[in-house]
T-cell receptor, first 116, second 112 residues
């Protein structure tokens, strides 16, 4: 597609449930990132993929969070046993090549997750 | 550790006027980039301007320019001839690897 696509746009789930958030990057972009933006804050880094592998998952807050990118394109962020504190906007971004700091990252419109 | 501080939670400017948004940062890296992103209500982060730390010349993009003071670790954004469409959240970000470190943002209101 023309831009980074994230689905769903909004997701409401009950505490304790499992959720999956999808990111479809720009075609040809090998680098993919997930960020979390809590209310009133800037985005915080969660995980970085180069191709199919997670090159850096140091930003994932705990083992309830997991992300995959099995074919090096679409990525899914998975959250188990959701908690109210997981409520946030989850942003995905992609960039060309190795995704170095001089490579522009293009962001999607995010998924707003609300845990009730 | 990398930190980015935006000390202005909200700013207001009249249409056609000029406004400056402040940002300070801290890093021990010698090679880094600085960015300003705009986030409208649609939530999509849009790159406004970026600055390579090794370049002394301040970056400009049409009505947007930066004042990069490397020794002071300051990176302010100047918006000239403000337009109603400039109203949004503005985030300063520091890139030292592949991930970006963002400040808390400044909400810019543009009044007619």
């Amino acid at each position: 597609g023309a831009g980074v696509s994230q689905t769903p746009s909004n997701k409401v789930t009950e505490k304790g449930k499992y959720v999956e958030l999808r990111c479809d990057p720009i075609s040809g972009h090998t680098a993919l990132y997930w960020y979390r933006q809590s209310l009133g804050q800037g985005p915080e880094f969660l995980i970085y993929f180069q191709g199919t592998g997670a090159a850096d998952d140091s930003g994932l807050p705990n083992d309830r969070f997991f992300a995959v990118r099995p074919e090096g394109s679409v990525s899914t962020l998975k959250i188990q046993r959701t908690e109210r504190g997981d409520s946030a906007v989850y942003l995905c971004a992609s960039s060309l090549r190795t995704g170095g700091i001089n490579t522009e990252a293009f962001f999607g419109q995010g998924t707003r997750l609300t845990v009730v | 550790a990398q930190t980015v501080t935006q000390s202005q939670p909200e700013m207001s400017v009249q249409e056609a006027e000029t406004v400056t948004l402040s940002c300070t940062y801290d890093t021990s890296e010698s090679d880094y980039y600085l960015f300003w992103y705009k986030q409208p209500p649609s939530r999509q982060m849009i790159l406004v301007i970026r600055q390579e730390a090794y370049k002394q010349q301040n970056a400009t993009e049409n009505r947007f320019s930066v004042n990069f003071q490397k020794a002071a670790k300051s990176f302010s954004l100047k918006i000239s001839d403000s337009q109603l469409g400039d109203a949004a959240m503005y985030f300063c970000a520091l890139g030292t690897g592949y991930a970006l470190n963002f400040g808390k943002g400044t909400s810019l209101l543009v009044t007619p």
